[in-house]
């Protein structure tokens, strides 16, 4: 089964920065729109961030003006810059590609866990 792979979690203090990686698989990445998803303990996964084949992007209010959305076609991969953190950005962060259907292209990989503490 094609996975995800995210990477780039940890801890981190409020008003710190961390940049979430996520490597797909196949080849049509470059086809997808992106996204990055988060879910904290005990609350629904929760859309943070999209990045379309052209390049536009779109953020959860709660993140605008603190998060960036990038992609990388030739490496499948797509990063998500996390500055300003707070305490409620901690949760595990994952990425997939939304279909039109309401679903996902990708089985879900395993995040990354995002933890912000002082």
């Known amino acids: 089964q094609v996975q995800l792979v995210e990477s780039g979690g940890g801890l981190v203090q409020p008003g710190g920065s961390l940049r979430l990686s996520c490597a797909a698989p196949?080849?049509?990445?470059?086809?997808?729109?992106m996204g990055w998803y988060r879910q904290a303990p005990g609350k629904q996964r929760e859309l943070v961030a999209t990045?379309?084949?052209?390049?536009?992007?779109n953020f959860a209010d709660s993140v605008k003006g603190r998060f960036t959305i990038s992609r990388d076609n030739a490496k499948n991969a797509v990063y998500l810059q996390m500055n300003s953190l707070k305490p409620e950005d901690t949760a595990v962060y994952y990425c997939?590609?939304?279909?039109?259907?309401?679903?996902?292209?990708?089985?879900w990989g395993q995040g990354t866990q995002v933890t912000v503490s002082s």
């Open positions: 196949g080849s049509a990445f470059s086809s997808l729109t």
């Open positions: 997939n590609a939304p279909n039109f259907l309401g679903g996902y292209y990708f089985n």
């Open positions: 990045i379309s084949t052209g390049g536009s992007t």
